[in-house]
């Protein structure tokens, strides 16, 4: 919780203000009794309507000055806990999108959108209910028992017994509820990921028939969650009938030990009113703070779960100087024994790469599933860091480079085509803010995205839907491939980025790529060996490691795998030639 003490910093005023304004309400409140006493036993007992009727517009007067100041610190609070939970959420998703694709994937997505969502709500609801209540229940509580005391010391010491009890029992419960509410948040986050992959891949477990399958376990998710949620719930539901209980013990005690006060003349009927008005105010109080430390518990659990997140910091480190002298005859690209193991694996998925690629050269990387193609391109941009050996850009190494200048100079296509609701400008857009129609028009047929393009209502101005639903899967990628183009990168990754085009609309793509780009160092990522069989060099790579590297005819000769992946994808006349 301490970390997430400075966003208080611009709210300190407010801050002071809210909790003030409450105590003063609070006093106001506390006079009430005594007030009430004052009736009883003067304008009651003697009959006096005058007094009682200006006794009745005082407690009005207070009654009227503590619901304004009820107000103000409503008032205050609510512009706390709301700038609060902005700056808060503001941080906390700049600094998600600051941290490494290692510390995202050791995270988890579906928590991270948890505690964006969730847990700052939860947190803002537990600042406000904080300001308002955690200092006026207290005041009011420790108030009574002092107020007690003017009134009669010898039953007032019901108090001093009473406190102690009740403290015991509230903050006993509250330290057993505070890691019981952590595991439900956790508890929280697999739901919220057994959903998010249903909604994302609701056309595939339609298409195998696992609806049943998934029910069952999301059954089981919220399952677990509702059993959580009821135990920790029935743990703080102990504290209303204990409270309860004491209470009334204790008024019954006030009742019996006021009577005899009573018969000696020492107290009259009013301060036996005002004791009772007194432990009922405690009562109240208290029932009010058990429900705040319930509500304080939740929002202490999600603040260390979000604390967790803001004192992470990226494993990545980059350099805020620019890169001015880069050695103009050294490659483009070159790997140094590169490797990387990823977090938590118990083996390297890519190990002892070394390849010079020269500018203007196109490199395609082949191999069977899980050989580590995708990682050996995702180094360069430092998505992820080679954990062995170095990466090196115009003879720099890329951890030198600032990360807005290493951006620059790459543009990258990834796997999975992703597109933003927006219309396809906006898309666009995104690889060079301040394309002109001319810079966009060449990306689109370069991408051989020219045509569908055109055909569309409105032309580069047609909106996609959420995920881009209203375009085919060839159509995103094309998209997503002039996405990268329109920033004319110094080297372009195409990451699998051809999977959903046919044959005839890959080579016319990179046939444009070769003549259209000026210089541009391609590297293609693909299962198909006839994407790449024309690439400068290809690179075969098997569990990790570089079993082959050379033009498509030398590897045919040389290299086994190649020859493997190329026979299975109906390609035995190459095999033989």
């Known amino acids: ?75 205050f609070s609510a512009k706390t806990a709301m700038g609060f939970g902005k700056e808060l959420r503001y941080d906390l998703f700049r600094h998600i999108e600051s941290l490494s694709y290692s510390e995202i994937d050791r995270f988890g997505s579906s928590t991270l959108i948890t505690r964006m969502t969730s847990d700052v709500n939860q947190i803002q609801t537990g600042v406000n209910m904080f300001l308002r ?87 089981d998710a919220t399952n677990a969650l509702t059993k959580g949620q009821l135990f920790v719930g029935k743990v703080s539901s102990f504290l209303n009938p204990l409270t309860y209980a004491v209470i009334n013990l204790s008024i019954a005690a006030i009742i019996w030990k006021s009577s005899n006060q009573v018969d000696l003349g ?25 429900n705040l430390i319930i509500t304080e518990t939740k929002a202490v659990a999600c603040a260390n779960r979000i604390a967790l997140i803001l004192n992470t910091n990226s494993s990545q480190v980059y350099e805020t100087t620019p890169v001015e002298e880069t050695k103009l005859d050294a490659p483009k690209v070159e790997f140094r024994h590169a490797g990387l193991t990823y977090n938590q694996a118990k083996e390297s998925s890519v190990e002892g790469v070394d390849l010079k690629v020269m500018r203007g050269e196109t490199i395609g990387i082949i191999g069977g599933t899980g050989s580590g193609k995708s990682t050996l391109v995702n180094m360069i941009p430092r998505f992820y860091d080679c954990t062995e050996g170095e990466i090196l850009i115009d003879g720099v190494d890329v951890k030198k480079y600032p990360k807005k200048q290493l951006n620059d100079k790459i543009g990258i296509v990834p796997q999975k085509a992703v597109l933003f609701s927006g219309t396809i400008e906006d898309n666009i857009r995104w690889g060079k803010s301040d394309a002109t129609k001319e810079e966009i028009d060449l990306a689109l047929e370069i991408a051989q995205a020219k045509e569908f393009v055109d055909s569309k209502e409105g032309g580069i101005s047609f909106r996609l839907n959420q995920g ?47 003549d259209k780009t000026d210089h541009t160092t391609v590297f293609i990522v693909s299962q198909r060996a006839s994407s790449i069989m024309y690439a ?24 086994e795998v190649y020859k493997e992946i190329c026979a299975s994808q109906n390609r035995e006349e190459e095999t033989y030639a």
């Open 133 to 219: 209540l955690f200092m006026r229940s207290p005041f009011i509580v420790f108030g009574a028992t002092i107020m007690a005391f003017t009134v009669d010391v010898h039953t007032a010491k019901v108090f001093l017994i009473t406190l102690p009890v009740l403290i015991l029992i509230v903050f006993g419960i509250m330290f057993i509820s505070i890691p019981l509410y952590k595991r439900v948040q956790e508890r929280l986050d697999k739901v919220l990921l057994k959903t998010r992959e249903n909604l994302s891949g609701v056309r595939v477990i339609r298409a195998f028939n696992q609806e049943q399958q998934e029910m069952s376990e999301f059954h």
């Open 1 to 75: 919780m301490k970390t997430l003490m400075r966003y208080f910093n611009n709210y300190k005023i407010k801050a002071v203000l809210a909790p003030l304004f409450k105590m003063l309400e609070a006093s106001f409140e506390l006079l009430i009794p005594l007030v009430m006493a004052a009736i009883i036993d003067n304008g009651i007992k003697n009959n006096d309507k005058p007094y009682i009727y200006k006794m009745a517009a005082l407690m009005i007067v207070l009654g009227l000055v503590g619901l304004l100041c009820s107000i103000t610190a409503q008032y």
């Open 266 to 290: 020492i107290l009259q009927q009013g301060g036996v009113y005002a004791l009772v008005n007194y432990m009922s105010q405690i009562l109240i109080e208290l029932v009010k703070l058990a």
């Open 536 to 559: 400068d060099q290809i690179i075969v790579l098997d569990d990790g490691k570089v079993v082959g590297v050379g033009t498509h005819d030398i590897l045919l000769k040389t290299c």
């Open 468 to 514: 881009a639903k209203n375009l085919s899967g060839g159509q995103k990628q094309r998209l997503t491939i002039a996405r990268a183009l329109v920033k004319r990168p110094e080297i372009l990754i195409l990451d699998d980025s051809s999977s959903a085009l046919d044959y005839a609309t890959d080579a016319a793509l990179r046939k444009a790529i070769a």
